[in-house]
């Protein structure tokens, strides 16, 4: 039998709840946060009142990349700007916006959280400070 492990419900409304805290540090900036098992499927998802529609998508697509590409999403961006061209990929959901983050765990990748409605470096900051909190790294 093979046993994945992956983001738990109750982290995953503590990574929301941490997200949510630490946009007081940008005047409260409405943000859209998800977060994804390793496999890219979601588990947690919320939009702040006011967040754009366009976060929202973005958000979900930062944990996704972020999960199964296990790499920071703006490291996937940086190979984007390079010669790799992600339409070869044939995956329309890979994203290189910063503020998609992996949740490692004993060495593996359980989860993705992206979070997106501030300007991209603070989306990083954000999302890494969440995990932080949540898991202590």
């Keep these: 039998m093979f046993v994945t492990e992956k983001i738990s419900s109750d982290e995953t409304l503590k990574l929301i709840q941490h997200v949510v805290k630490l946009t007081g540090n940008y005047n409260n900036r ?6 994804c098992g390793p496999e890219g499927e979601l588990i947690g998802f919320l939009r702040m009142d006011g967040t ?10 930062k944990a996704y990349t972020a999960a199964i590409d296990r790499t920071e999403t703006s490291v996937m961006g940086e190979r984007m ?14 994203t290189g916006f910063g503020g998609g983050v992996p ?12 979070v997106s409605g501030l300007p991209e470096a603070d989306d990083i900051v ?12």
């Design 30 to 35: 409405p943000v859209a946060v998800s977060i």
């Design 52 to 61: 754009s529609p366009a976060a929202s998508r973005i958000a979900q697509n």
């Design 81 to 94: 700007r390079g010669n790799d061209n992600p339409a070869f990929w044939g995956d329309e959901r890979i």
């Design 103 to 114: 949740v490692v765990q004993n060495e593996k990748v359980i989860g993705g959280l992206g």
């Design 126 to 137: 954000v999302a890494k400070e969440a995990v932080r909190q949540v898991y202590g790294y």
